[in-house]
């Protein structure tokens, strides 16, 4: 199983991006039955998690990033996108696709893609 992100890059404040999360090698009923997160983790610091849904569709969001960002999934495709919209400097980061099936006892994280927001 592979988690592949992509769509990271050099933004400047206010602009937006939208993160893929690309899921090969899982069988869709993996994929459907996971919990779907964006992590981002900043220079120095911790992990953080930034918004996850559930495989019934019930997103949440840290309060840093709640009314900006949103989080959607493919299951057809299985792919799990993030929406990331009024972009500021803090939120540079490379940002982690993780998934996790509690049916199936799985746990996936991709490599990261790289968030710059100048400005």
């Known amino acids: 199983v592979q988690l592949v992100e992509s769509g990271g890059g050099l933004v400047q404040a206010g602009g937006s991006l939208r993160l893929s999360c690309a899921a090969s090698?899982?069988?869709?009923?993996?994929?459907?039955?996971?919990?779907k997160a964006w992590y981002a983790q900043a220079p120095g610091k911790q992990r953080e998690l930034v918004a996850h849904i559930t495989n019934d569709g019930n997103a949440n969001y840290a309060d840093s990033v709640k009314g900006r960002f949103t989080i959607s999934r493919d299951n057809a495709r299985k792919r799990v996108f993030l929406q990331m919209n009024s972009l500021k400097p803090d939120d540079t980061a490379v940002y982690y696709c993780r998934l996790t099936s509690t049916s199936y006892g799985t746990d996936y994280w991709g490599q990261g893609t790289q968030v710059t927001v100048q400005g």
């Open positions: 090698g899982m069988i869709l009923s993996v994929f459907s039955s996971s919990t």
